[in-house]
């Protein structure tokens, strides 16, 4: 069996791999906080009535994790 031999990675591609993963994770860690926000939002008395119907029917088909996430959070 021929022994393994990675394969090799210039220096200017390994760094930018990293700065893709970074910037992934990064909108990956922004848009997380942002959903929940809007979604808070989507349930507020604030939200338009279109917003709180489509918000409420999007949970409903999911078996109502965001109602149940909120309702723990804020008691």
């Not at 809007?38 to 109602?67: E, H, K, M, T, W």
């Amino acid at each position: 069996m021929a022994p393994y031999v990675p394969k090799y990675v210039r220096p200017e591609d390994a760094a930018q791999s990293r700065a893709q993963m970074i910037r992934r994770l990064i909108w990956v860690a922004a848009t997380i906080p942002l959903m929940f926000v809007f979604f808070a939002f989507g349930y507020s008395d604030q939200a338009p009535a279109g917003l709180r119907n489509a918000i409420v029917a999007l949970d409903r088909s999911l078996g109502y994790p965001i109602i149940g996430l909120l309702s723990a959070i804020l008691g």
